[in-house]
């Protein structure tokens, strides 16, 4: 082999020295983006579940608070019979109330002003000396509103009651040390509301005045969808919840509100209630008057719905018990009551009532 062939030999390049075919390229772009896309589906889908998780974190914030409002505001609670308070104001609101609508009906407004209305002193006359002058009785006979109310919305229920409030630094002193909390639905926002237990001041010929402080309103949460609320009590060896409560009513402890007089033949206590006017109906609300308030509920059961703000379809629920402290169960057995009507009552409470059975909350 002569030194120009092999010269031309050295100058011819290798098979192993040519680069990527098309092919190959290809080939490697598709793996490229495969595990691209692999990696961007595993990032999305933690991000995905990091925001849906911190969404879900955040409603379950926000339930938690509702619940600890809700609580602190109970474990405050402040209750007393109205007429433990009240029956001495009331007496002199009935009367001026009596005088007002005998003055709108005969148009003489004499009497009523010279009673009630104010008086300008003159040199030797002090209208407090007068036996006849009472003055503004809205002033002298300050109403207060200690009842516990729960009104049944469907799923937008509202609750009102009183707490007591000690004197803080710096903080506005409240009558009695006591202020009427209020929850309510407006729109899908949970408000509660504070205000002085007083009932609204009135001028002397029955004017509705303001307060002299406005209410305070506080946002609990948004994006509400249900605050439902259930009260439960003791009957006859059986808890009972319903979905509205008045402390002022008679109709749930010990109460003859479903059979009415229990001496009446079985006819009657088929029958219902009396109505008025026919025989037995002052005895029955003789018996009635007799009966114990409903006072306080021995818990309340919150279920409270929450909508995620990204997602509306989205819903968080939580529900809890909470425990009344000042509640005081008065369940007493009637032992004049024979046991047919016994049944009977308890049939008729088992329609208007939830009973309650083990296990019932937990289910909820």
């Known amino acids: ?24 390229l290809m080939l490697a772009i598709t793996i490229f983006a495969l595990v691209s896309v692999a990696i961007l589906a595993v990032f ?8 849906l998780s911190h969404r879900e974190m ?36 009935e009367e001026y109330q009596q005088y007002y609508l005998e003055a709108e009906r005969t148009g003489n407004w004499e009497t009523f002003r010279d009673r009630y209305g104010p008086r300008e002193r003159r040199r030797g006359e002090n209208p407090e000396s007068d036996p006849n002058y009472v003055g503004n009785p809205f002033e002298k006979a300050k109403l207060i509103d200690l009842q516990f109310v729960g009104q049944d919305g469907d799923e937008r229920d509202s609750l009102t009651f009183t707490t007591h409030r000690p004197l803080s ?34 001028s002397w010929d029955n004017q509705v005045l303001q307060k002299e402080e406005p209410p305070r309103y506080s946002i609990v949460a948004e ?32 109460s003859q509100y479903l059979l009415g007089d229990y001496e009446r033949d079985e006819r009657d206590h088929r029958a219902g209630l009396p109505v008025p006017g026919a025989p037995g109906w002052n005895d029955y609300l003789n018996e009635l008057d007799d009966q ?5 509920p021995t818990y309340v059961r919150v279920r409270v719905v929450l909508a995620d703000p990204k997602n509306p379809q989205r819903q968080h629920e939580m529900v809890r018990v909470f425990r009344v402290p000042n509640s005081m169960e008065s369940w007493r057995p009637n032992r004049d009551i024979e046991d047919e009507d016994r049944d009977v009552e308890r049939d008729l409470r088992d329609k208007q009532y939830v009973p309650v059975r083990p296990g019932a909350l937990r289910k909820r």
């Open 223 to 254: 994006g509400v969808q249900a605050f439902d609320l259930n009260y439960a009590f003791w009957w006859d060896n059986q808890w009972y919840e319903t979905s509205s409560w008045s402390s002022s009513n008679r109709q749930i402890r010990n």
């Open 1 to 24: 082999m002569t030194v120009r062939t092999r010269q031309a030999e050295a100058a011819t390049p290798s098979p192993t020295t040519h680069g990527f075919t098309l092919l190959e």
């Open 169 to 202: 630094l710096g903080g506005n002193y409240q009558f009695w040390g006591l202020e009427r909390v209020e929850y309510n639905i407006e729109g899908e926002f949970l408000i509660r509301s504070v205000q002085d237990v007083g009932t609204p001041p009135r």
């Open 58 to 93: 955040m409603l379950l914030q926000r339930s938690r608070y509702v619940f600890e409002t809700l609580e602190n505001d109970l474990m405050n609670l402040f209750y007393r019979d109205e007429t433990s308070y009240n029956v001495q104001a009331r007496r002199s609101i």
């Open 292 to 296: 114990p308030l409903d006072r306080l």
């Open 44 to 51: 999305r889908t933690g991000t995905r579940t990091y925001e």
